[in-house]
Structure formats: structure tokens, C-alpha cells
């Protein structure tokens, strides 16, 4: 079957994009539409009614009202209606777990064609809704055709993929080269001239392992700040922690990073810092987008989570072990040390992205899996 006479749909999460599920789906869908191929994408919507957008002329943006949000879900009875009146006009529908919603969708659909689930996670905080939602996501691990996951280690490792291994395939996400003003990375330089800048970015929220980023900075000189971006309900609890334990100055919680100056601090970084201490942290798109401005990482060896397989040790950074204050600022010491060891991990860590995590190759590679697995 040729790139044009495929139909895809893209199934989950909502729309605007607020994270980093959606935006895979979106990328998805515009990605392979600007290769010719027809791509919708349906979801729910964060708030409004339901509205029809023509992305381009392959693609269209099909967003369901949704009555309300529960368990980090949106409950759209709309997408179901939805679903079950256009199911029939694709050739594959990709679903992208974990969206419970999606997931009943399809269920109800009747839909008969091609199903390709990418899992994105496992379900870890909603312990209830899992044991509710078990069934249904039994139900979807044996209808896929095919099983995307984003690192080969979460695919072997999940709990709930075991006995579905021959039908996984790894497809990592892909992001497009941040490239940040030469001027505008000078500026924020000399906003903490001096410093050695260590930057962060992500919800203020306990997965992240944020209090040990900044314990770690109790063990970093003077010559070093940490800036970590993002909000969340933990701010006010780590201003505390940065208070007490007399970081003020070494530590500054930077709020909501705007678009526009997001490049600027991974271009003013010296080095990229994820302590996330999780498995709900399966992926995390911010060490690519690093890698891609040529930043090395410092990253945590979450057990069963694909983390520091993206970060690969010695070569684009470094990887610790979780909720160790002191293996954080001893690797971030190292990577930013000795002037030719940081080139060569500040090279390593371009060389990765470009050969693992641009965006055009998650799209290449999404579509030799449609190919592939198209006419099984």
C-alpha cells in the first residue's frame, strides 16, 4: 500500500497540546500529513465544544467536548459518538495509552481494521481507576496489531506487555533541533555571569525528585546555579527547602518557562539536569530537546523506566541513582569539569539526538511500521 492511500487516525489524550502525549500525537498527525499521507487526529477537548479544524490538506483536528475530568482523565461521551460514525474511514487507528477514554472509545466503536496501541506509560498513580480500567486495557493490549512503545526498556520491562513481546517495536519520540539566538543566549549568560548554569524543567511534583536537585546544590561550589523550571504543587514547599537549607541565590524556581525563553536556557546550560525518581517518568522529551542544543545530561537510573536508556551513560551525560543528592552534584562536577571531557560528552550528547530523536525520524520510522504491519 503507497503513503497516500493510507488513512491514520491518531486516538487520546486532548487538545491543546499541555503535554508530552498529545504532542506526540500531534506531531504525529502533521508529520506524516506533510509526507501526503492522510492523518486525523480525535480527542477531547479541554474546555469548549466540539470543533473541526483543517490542519492541512491531509490532516484534520477533531476535538470532543468534555464533560468533565476525572483521575487525570477527560470524560467525553462525544468521542465515543464520534468514533463509532468515522471508525470505518481508516485503514489503522493509533491509540495512545494510557487514556482510558480513548481506550472505551474504540471499544464501543465496532471499529474492524488495524489497531496500532502506543504505550506511552504504565498507569502508576491511579491505582483505582487501574483495577476498573484492567479489563478494558487487557481487552486493547490483545486487539493491537502492534505495540509502540518509546524506549525498548519500557516495552520488555512493563508488567502488562509480558506476554505480547513479539508485536512490540520500539519507536522513540522525535523532536525538532532547538536552536536558540546566539544574542539571546548571551543575555541570559550574563543574567548569572559566573556561573556555571544547571538547568532543569518539568512540574514542581514528587516524581520529579526536585528536593534532590536541590539538596544537590548544597554540594555544588559557588560557582554553580540551579534553575529549575516549571510550576506545580510543590513550589511552595521546595521555596522552603531552598530558605532552610540557605540556597537563595544557588537555587531559583523560575515559574512557568515561556516559549520564547525556553531555548535560551538550554542554550545558556551548562549542563541538563532530570532527578526524576519514578517510573511515571517513562521518557522524559526534555533530555532530547537538551541533547539537541548540544547540552550533556545528568539523568537517574529509574528501575523498569526508559530514562536512562535515552541518556546514554558515559557517552551524552550521566546517570545516577535515584534520590541521591550527592551522585547528582558529583556528575554534574564531572560533566561540567575538565574542558575536553565536556566537549566530549556536549558531542556525544548532539550525536544521540541526531541519530536516535529527531523528529523526522519518528516519523520515518512510525510510517515503516504502518507499512510493515499494514498488510498482516
Not at 504525529?28 to 500529513?33: A, K, P, T, W
Amino acid at each position: 500500500m503507497k503513503n497516500k492511500e493510507l488513512k491514520i487516525l491518531q486516538l487520546g489524550k486532548f487538545y491543546p497540546v499541555r503535554g508530552g502525549v498529545e504532542k506526540v500525537m500531534y506531531d504525529l498527525m502533521v508529520g506524516l500529513s506533510e509526507r501526503g499521507v492522510d492523518c486525523d487526529m480525535l480527542c477531547a477537548a479541554w474546555e469548549g465544544e466540539d470543533s473541526v479544524t483543517q490542519v492541512n490538506g491531509h490532516a484534520t483536528l477533531m476535538c470532543c467536548k468534555t464533560l468533565l475530568k476525572a483521575a487525570a482523565t477527560m470524560i467525553s461521551p462525544a468521542m465515543i459518538f464520534k468514533l463509532r460514525k468515522i471508525c470505518r474511514g481508516y485503514d489503522i487507528i493509533h491509540v495512545h495509552h494510557p487514556d482510558p477514554m480513548a481506550a472505551l472509545a474504540l471499544f464501543l466503536s465496532g471499529y474492524k481494521g488495524k489497531v496500532v496501541l502506543h504505550w506511552h506509560s504504565d498507569i502508576q498513580k491511579q491505582r483505582f481507576l487501574l483495577q476498573l480500567y484492567k479489563p478494558l486495557q487487557q481487552w486493547l493490549i490483545a486487539r493491537a496489531d502492534r505495540i509502540v512503545g518509546t524506549t525498548p526498556v519500557y516495552l520488555a520491562e512493563s508488567p502488562f506487555l509480558k506476554g505480547v513481546q513479539t508485536k512490540t517495536v520500539a519507536l522513540p519520540i522525535g523532536v525538532e533541533q532547538i536552536c536558540p539566538s546566539e544574542e539571546g543566549v548571551e543575555a541570559m549568560k550574563q543574567r548569572y555571569a559566573g556561573k556555571k548554569i544547571v538547568f532543569s524543567l518539568g512540574r514542581l511534583v514528587p516524581y520529579k525528585g526536585y528536593k534532590y536537585l536541590v539538596e544537590a546544590a548544597r554540594y555544588l561550589g559557588d560557582d554553580y546555579v540551579v534553575l529549575i523550571g516549571g510550576t506545580g504543587p510543590l513550589k511552595d514547599t521546595l521555596e522552603a527547602e531552598i530558605e532552610h537549607l540557605g540556597l537563595r541565590g544557588k537555587v531559583e524556581l523560575l515559574g512557568r518557562v515561556s516559549e520564547e525563553d525556553l531555548p535560551l536556557y538550554y542554550g545558556a546550560c551548562e549542563v541538563f539536569c532530570l532527578s526524576s525518581v519514578q517510573k511515571t517518568e517513562a521518557f522524559a522529551i526534555v533530555q532530547i530537546e537538551a541533547m539537541s542544543c548540544g547540552k550533556p545530561v545528568v539523568a537517574t537510573k529509574i528501575p523498569q523506566s526508559g530514562v536512562s536508556w535515552v541518556n546514554r551513560d558515559g557517552v551524552s551525560g550521566i546517570n545516577v541513582e535515584p534520590e541521591d543528592a550527592r551522585a547528582l552534584a558529583e556528575a554534574i562536577r564531572k560533566v561540567t569539569g575538565e574542558g575536553s571531557r565536556y566537549k566530549a560528552f556536549a558531542e556525544g550528547a548532539f550525536k544521540r539526538y541526531q541519530e536516535h530523536f529527531t523528529k523526522e525520524k519518528m516519523i520515518e520510522n512510525c510510517l515503516k511500521i504502518y507499512l510493515n504491519y499494514y498488510e498482516q
